[in-house]
Every structure is written in structure tokens, then in C-alpha cells.
């Protein structure tokens, strides 16, 4: 069974800094997503992840897969304010469901 | 294109009370989840279906129920409604199953 764990579940930063969120799943995927979600909203897909080190950038953001190490990481460059929301990774099984991490909420202070 | 369209927003029912909530997938998309999300148990999986056939069931007991229609469109159902069942409840579609999930606002119920 396909287990995520997502660390840190929550995170307070400055304007500016630079973070990382790690996504950790227990058996082999061939597909990984990230998702934000803005409170009170639904969510809202950033990234997909299909190969051994893919990497995927987009603005701010940037995410990567290492499968072997059943690893994926979502970078945060020079925090701005806009980024505050809950990001979850979801990783495939074996079954084609999404297994969702519990949410890391970022918090981004000015 | 129209994303995925989820009815109604809003619904506040009485214990006791069933309720149905309707999703519209992307057009094209083929695969339908719904998924509940709630502050303390997080998002959790109700159940999949495709090709008007349930592939995927989450924990959940026999109250809450689901299908899909030949168009895609899919609906679920929850009967004998409990406080606990208040929560977010979203669907999602995907082209195929297991691909990349576009969610609606969702349907926020409030049972009282």
C-alpha cells in the first residue's frame, strides 16, 4: 500500500527566503502531482512529475522527482507573499489512484 | 474549455436528511473522483468512477454513494446525514484514470 508522507506540514517564512517541501512515498510510482490549494478553494494542479529526475519550473516554484529514492521536492525561490497556500504532492499507485500528503501550509510573511 | 463543474456550492441539511451533489466533468474526461475534505481528517477518498463503473472505493460506510452517467457526469449520495458528514465535498476529473486531476470549487455541505 502506497503510503505520502509530506514534511513540514506546516511552514512560516519571510518574504524573500528560500524553502523546500519533501514529499516521501513508500512504494514505487511512476507519476507524481502537486497541487495548491488557496483557503476556502478547491486546488489547483502545478506540476506533474512522469520520469526519474524531472524537473518541472514555474515562476517561483520549482519541483523534481528522484524515484529511486521515492523523493519529490517542491523549491521555493525568493518567497513572495502570493505563495501563501496548503501544496499537496500526490503520487499513483499501482491501482491509478492518487495518494494524497497531508498538505504542507505555507505561510509567507511580508 | 469549461472545467469541472460542481452543484450546488452551498447546502446546509438537517441531520437524519439525504443529499445529492452532481459533478461535471471536463469535456472528454472520462475519469470522475470525489474526494472530502475536512480541517481535521485532511482530503480523503470517497470513491472513482469511469466508464459509468465505480473502479475505486475509499473508507467510507454505505451511507455515501456515487455513479456516473454515459456522459461522464457523475453524482453522490449521501443518505441518513450525520454532523460529521459537514465538509468540503470535491470532485475531480481526469482523461484517464490515474492522469492529472483538474478539481471543481467543490460543495461545501453543512449538516446541522
Known amino acids: 500500500e502506497l503510503k505520502v508522507e509530506q514534511n513540514p506540514l506546516f511552514l512560516s517564512m519571510q518574504e524573500g527566503k528560500n524553502y523546500t517541501i519533501y514529499c516521501n512515498y513508500s512504494t514505487t510510482s511512476d507519476r507524481l502531482y502537486w497541487y495548491r490549494q488557496d483557503p476556502g478553494k478547491s486546488l489547483e494542479s502545478l506540476f506533474v512529475?512522469?520520469?526519474n529526475g524531472a524537473v518541472k519550473q514555474e515562476g517561483r516554484l520549482m519541483a523534481s522527482l528522484d524515484t529511486k529514492a521515492r523523493l519529490s521536492t517542491l523549491h521555493i525561490t525568493a518567497a513572495v507573499h502570493d505563495l501563501s497556500a496548503t501544496y499537496f504532492c500526490?503520487?499513483?499507485?499501482?491501482?491509478?489512484?492518487?495518494?494524497w500528503g497531508a498538505g504542507t501550509k505555507l505561510i509567507i510573511k511580508p | 474549455k469549461a472545467g469541472v463543474t460542481q452543484t450546488p456550492r452551498y447546502l446546509i441539511k438537517t441531520r437524519g436528511q439525504q443529499v445529492t451533489l452532481s459533478c461535471s466533468p471536463i469535456?472528454?474526461?472520462?475519469?470522475v473522483s470525489w474526494y472530502q475534505q475536512t480541517p481535521g481528517q485532511g482530503l480523503q477518498f470517497l470513491f472513482e468512477?469511469?466508464?459509468?463503473?465505480?473502479?475505486n472505493k475509499g473508507n467510507f460506510p454505505g451511507r455515501f454513494s456515487g455513479r456516473q452517467f454515459s456522459n461522464s457526469r457523475s453524482e453522490m449520495n449521501v443518505s441518513t446525514l450525520e454532523l460529521g458528514d459537514s465538509a468540503l465535498y470535491l470532485c475531480?476529473?481526469?482523461?484517464?484514470?490515474?492522469?492529472?486531476?483538474?478539481f471543481g470549487q467543490g460543495t461545501r455541505l453543512t449538516v446541522v
Open positions: 512529475l512522469l520520469s
Open positions: 469535456s472528454g474526461h472520462r475519469s
Open positions: 500526490a503520487p499513483g499507485d499501482s491501482n491509478y489512484q492518487l495518494i
Open positions: 468512477y469511469f466508464s459509468e463503473t465505480q473502479r
Open positions: 475531480a476529473s481526469s482523461l484517464e484514470r490515474g492522469a492529472e486531476a483538474f
